[in-house]
T-cell receptor, first 114, second 116 residues
Framework: AQSVTQLGSHVSVSEGALVLLRCNYS??????LFWYVQYPNQGLQLLLK??????LVKGINGFEAEFKKSETSFHLTKPSAHMSDAAEYFC????????????FGAGTILRVKS | GAGVSQSPRYKVAKRGQDVALRCDPI?????LFWYQQALGQGPEFLTY????????KSGLPSDRFFAERPEGSVSTLKIQRTQQEDSAVYLC??????????????FGQGTRLTVV
């Protein structure tokens, strides 16, 4: 069975500082991996996805993530945090053998301090 | 429509009441998913449709939960005899492709169900 672990339920950074949100996955097949962002009272919005092409994936709003098979990780980074980045972030793995249903981590709430 | 639409946005139900949650996917999307998101948790898969066929219902927590998509477009998630543990946000997502591909799933804003 697939699973996702997000280390740190809450992360706090200063505006302009590096953002690093950690995600480790478990999958018996080569995975598709995703990062979603959720703003209060909003649906999930895709930030970026890894689908077995380039291991460094660039997404929207300046975010990127690197797939590291040896570490089973897919950490999300942004060089400089902005106040508007404050939200909850979810890492997910896709079971592409079964209709692409997503298995999500528990989420990390990012707080950006001014 | 422009995106996935869910209704109602908020629903308060008395314990034991039946509820029906509606999802209008993006026009033409063949795949439709329902997820349940409890407070402070990530979304958890409930069920999956490919057009009108329900291909996976392994995530439905009990036989009180039922989903349908009779014409391959709008879907309804029905919960019978609601219990307090059913309180959660129910998310619907749709995507344009079939099994085995990696197309993005687009999510609706969800229906927040509170059972009192």
């Amino acid at each position: 069975a697939q699973s996702v672990t997000q280390l740190g339920s809450h992360v706090s950074v200063s505006e302009g500082a590096l953002v690093l949100l950690r995600c480790n996955y478990s999958s018996s097949v080569p995975p598709y991996l995703f990062w979603y962002v959720q703003y209060p009272n909003q649906g999930l919005q895709l930030l970026l996805k890894y689908t077995s092409a380039a291991t460094l994936v660039k997404g929207i709003n300046g975010f990127e993530a690197e797939f590291k098979k040896s570490e089973t990780s897919f950490h999300l980074t942004k060089p400089s945090a902005h106040m508007s980045d404050a939200a909850e972030y979810f890492c997910a793995v896709s079971d592409r053998r079964n209709g692409n249903k997503l298995v999500f981590g528990a989420g990390t709430i990012l707080r950006v301090k001014s | 429509g422009a995106g996935v639409s869910q209704s109602p946005r908020y629903k308060v139900a008395k314990r034991g009441q039946d509820v029906a949650l509606r999802c209008d996917p993006i026009s033409g999307h063949v795949s439709l998913f329902w997820y349940q998101q409890a407070l402070g948790q990530g979304p958890e898969f409930l069920t999956y449709f490919q057009n009108e066929a329900q291909l996976d219902k392994s995530g439905l927590p009990s036989d009180r939960f039922f989903a349908e998509r009779p014409e391959g477009s709008v879907s309804t998630l029905k919960i019978q005899r609601t219990q307090q543990e059913d309180s959660a946000v129910y998310l619907c997502a749709s995507s344009s492709t079939w099994t085995g591909t990696n197309t993005e799933a687009f999510f609706g804003q969800g229906t927040r169900l509170t059972v009192v």
